[in-house]
């Protein structure tokens, strides 16, 4: 027999057991023993039912890359699942073990105050993941509240009299959900696949946890603990619900991993964490007010009152520097205002309104909040779209969904805004286009929204269509200037390579200047020419190469009979092939014949004829560039150093393992920035081109227009110094909702002020 149940072994209630007896530690290996038992083919069915959903999930996926996601996890999760089971059974035994000796177990993190954990989990980045765990730990303590309290309150005693709660019972949803997160470390999975195995852990460990908790009670009770417990709730707990069904549902129902059903619960769930229990005068917890609460009507009505005041009061103002800390004391009145204005439709005020209308009240402040905060948008933008607190506040509360649900057109219509107004400056609107359109919808909003929900869905097209006649603008200006930028580069990098190749030709010799200026000017841009029609593989420019040595060849001294002979013949071939050199870069005939006049005298001199006093061409006059026009740019003249290794872009300091320069290697196409050069204006410009030749970074405006281009390193060093920000790229809401999700984990957060502190200035 089950030591745990012998009635020989009555634990004497009239004093609480020594964390440190034999009788402790045997009562605890006994419930260790009942949860080792239940738990491990629940969390075995859990991935016996995996492999299946990720399958259906990977026929139904949309293309081949979703696919692979869930076959990829298949892979994953049959390699590592031991692993994984390993470590959450191992972690709920140990933690069982401790849990007679709380001060050495504090440590781990785990014990604390209710909810602490649930709130801990919150706080990571990953806002999906977070949001499905604390969503599973709310409604399972809600659920198995009976059962889970009368385990805690025996746990208790057994354990020398330590208040074992919710968050420090390692069998409870928060633990046993934090233990099975710790163990899915060892999965290498994306989170969609992640966010199916909680569903599958919800269903199969979860739910089924009733049944561990009943048999750990029966078996503390036939052991003399607590036996006349009775099976209810201490004052205050909030009232057992039955499992919601719709989380038992297919895993597969939710295959692009989003937990929109369980969204507001969760928030609800830290709301109330967050503004803690109203007392009442016998000493109830989350007593209600006296008077009736406001309905949902009265709220509507109430704030219809105050957005007819707003859109009365005439067109919105240009935004002025300090109209955002206006506005932002404004978002924290509502509140206040909304009860005001009640109890002036009513008769009295009201002091409070229904919990779920005081969560989404403080929701949307949070929300609009975060607006006037978040340095992505401009702060005439952010003063816009706070205007639009009262309507999306109506919203909310007719719809529900709206934070639930990223399709929703509320939601959409406020992103598509945040995302034009991302790209908003004063230089890139100068015919007011885009501002008088946010402007417009704002003034729509305020003056005709009251129930019709439709109004988001005809505002939301508006914007699109306007958005989709200015990217075709756009997209054609920034073609244009991509393939400017590009063609300058080809030019640019065919002019190093023909003055490199000119140069290597040259070597230390000392040419003539006739010769040199022919080279370093005509022939060279020749040879450019040739690379830009011909490429560098192309006979025509092996030929041109062929003339440069031939060329340079023709100016060694002629001093005997032989190499007098080889010069003359030569001489035709180098003629022929000059000519037409400079025919291709456009040189007038009489230029042609003047130049070939001069070399024909310099040649004659080599070939030691007698020349006339007037035919002499000095060694020390640059006879060419009497001859060539000046339409013939110098390109070995401007790029002498072209064969230095050391070029523009390294002479920046840069280090190369900074978080900048890291930053600028990770940064794509379509990512835009804000630039705070010193003496010029604040600008915003995307990253719209990165050259394959010179590795350049080409930032246009919102047009499509030029801004700048900077190398690498420079533009690491405009990051380091705080002369350029990368804005994010990630929706407004999705930010919104991380920035307030990780404010409620905080605890000193102060949710009903509806203030979440946070840095917006990341991506």
């Known amino acids: 027999m089950n030591e745990a149940s012998d009635p020989s072994r009555v634990v004497n209630l009239s004093q609480r057991l020594d964390p440190t007896s ?17 738990l491990q083919p629940w969390i075995g069915n859990a991935f016996e039912h995996l492999d299946d959903a990720l399958f259906d999930l990977a026929e139904k996926a949309e293309n ?4 692979m996601h869930y076959f990829d996890g298949m892979r994953e999760v049959r390699k590592r699942r031991p692993a994984v089971e390993r470590s959450f059974l191992s972690t709920v035994n140990r933690d069982l073990g401790e849990l007679a000796h709380p001060l050495q177990s504090s440590g781990n993190g785990l014990a604390g105050s209710p909810g602490t954990v649930e709130l801990t989990l919150v706080a990571d980045n990953e806002l999906e993941e977070s949001l499905a765990i604390t969503s599973m730990i709310s409604k399972h303590d809600s659920r198995l509240a009976n059962e889970l309290f009368a385990v805690n309150q025996r746990l208790s005693v057994i354990c020398g009299g330590h208040k074992i709660e919710n968050a420090s019972n390692p069998v409870a949803p928060t633990l046993l959900t934090q233990a099975f997160r710790q163990a899915l470390h060892e999965l290498n999975a994306d989170m969609r696949v992640k966010l199916i195995i909680y569903k599958l852990f919800d269903r199969y460990v979860l739910s089924s946890l009733e049944e561990l908790y009943q048999e750990i ?11 006349q417990l009775r099976q209810g709730m201490r004052s205050g707990d909030a009232k057992a619900k039955p499992a919601a069904t719709s989380a038992q549902a297919d895993a597969t129902s939710d295959e692009a991993g989003e937990i929109p059903s369980d969204l507001l619960q969760t928030l609800h769930a830290l709301f109330s964490a967050r503004r803690g229990p109203v007392i009442s005068g016998d000493g109830g ?22 957005q007819s005041q707003i859109a009365s009061a005439g067109p919105l103002p240009y935004a002025r520097p300090d109209d955002a800390a206006e506005l932002s004391r404004e978002v924290l009145q509502l509140k206040s205002q909304l009860l005001t204005q009640i109890g002036a439709l009513r008769g009295e005020r009201p002091s409070h309104v229904a919990s779920i209308d005081e969560d989404t009240i403080d929701l949307v402040g949070m929300l609009f909040e975060f607006i006037l905060e978040d340095r992505n ?37 406020l992103d598509s805004l945040a995302e034009q107004a991302k790209s908003w400056s004063e230089e890139s609107d100068r015919d007011h286009r885009l501002h008088e359109k946010v402007k417009s919808i704002v003034d729509q909003l305020l003056h005709d929204f009251d129930d019709d929900m439709g109004i988001f869905e005809r505002l939301l097209a508006d914007l699109q269509q306007f958005q989709e006649i200015n990217k075709r603008r756009s997209e054609l200006a920034e073609q244009r200037v991509a393939e400017s930028t590009r063609g300058r580069e080809k030019l640019e990098q065919a002019r190093r390579r023909a003055a490199r190749e000119i140069l290597d030709r040259i070597g230390d010799q000392k040419l003539p200047p006739l010769v040199h200026g022919v080279l370093a000017r005509a022939w060279a841009n020749h040879l450019v020419l040739t690379l830009l029609r011909q490429g560098e593989t192309s006979p025509e420019f092996r030929s041109a190469l062929r003339f440069v040595d031939d060329f340079i060849a023709s100016t060694r001294p002629a001093t005997s009979p032989e190499s007098r002979q080889a010069l003359r013949q030569m ?14 870069v456009a040189f007038q005939e009489q230029d042609i014949e003047r130049l070939l006049g001069q070399l024909h005298t310099y040649y004659r001199q080599q070939l030691g004829e007698t020349l006339d006093a007037t035919e002499v061409v000095s060694v020390d006059e640059d006879a060419a560039m009497q001859s060539i026009p000046d339409s013939i740019q110098p390109v070995i003249d401007r790029d002498t150093a072209a064969d230095d290794p050391a070029d523009e872009e390294e002479i920046v300091e840069a280090p190369l393992d900074s978080p900048e320069w890291h930053q600028v290697q990770a940064l794509q196409p379509g990512t835009w920035l804000e630039f705070c050069l010193t003496d010029e204006t604040m600008t915003r410009a995307k990253l719209s081109w990165i050259s394959p030749m010179s590795g350049r970074y080409l930032f246009v405006n919102r047009r499509g227009l030029k801004v700048a281009d900077y190398a690498p390193r420079e533009l690491a060093v405009l990051l380091t110094d705080g002369q350029a920000r990368i804005l994010a790229a990630n929706a407004l809401f999705d930010r919104a909702m991380t920035a307030i999700v990780g404010k409620l984990s905080q605890p000193e957060a102060t949710p009903s002020t509806g203030t979440p502190s946070k840095d917006s200035d990341t991506a």
């Open 22 to 38: 034999e009788r402790v530690g045997e009562l605890l290996n006994a419930v260790r023993s009942i949860a080792a038992k239940r």
């Open 64 to 67: 081949n890359a979703a696919q």
């Open 217 to 227: 009670n029966v078996a503390l009770v036939r052991a003399g603990v607590l036996p």
């Open 285 to 306: 917890m989350h007593a209600m007010p006296s008077g009736p609460l406001p309905s949902a009507n009265e709220l509507l009505g109430a704030l219809s009152v105050l």
């Open 377 to 413: 948008l401009p702060v005439a933008m952010q003063v816009m779209l706070a205007r639009l607190q009262i309507p999306y506040l109506k919203a909310a509360i007719l719809d529900r969904k709206l934070f639930a649900h990223r399709q929703h057109p509320a939601r959409r219509l």
């Open 571 to 584: 001489l035709p071939s180098v003629e022929r092939a000059l000519r037409q050199g400079l025919i291709n």
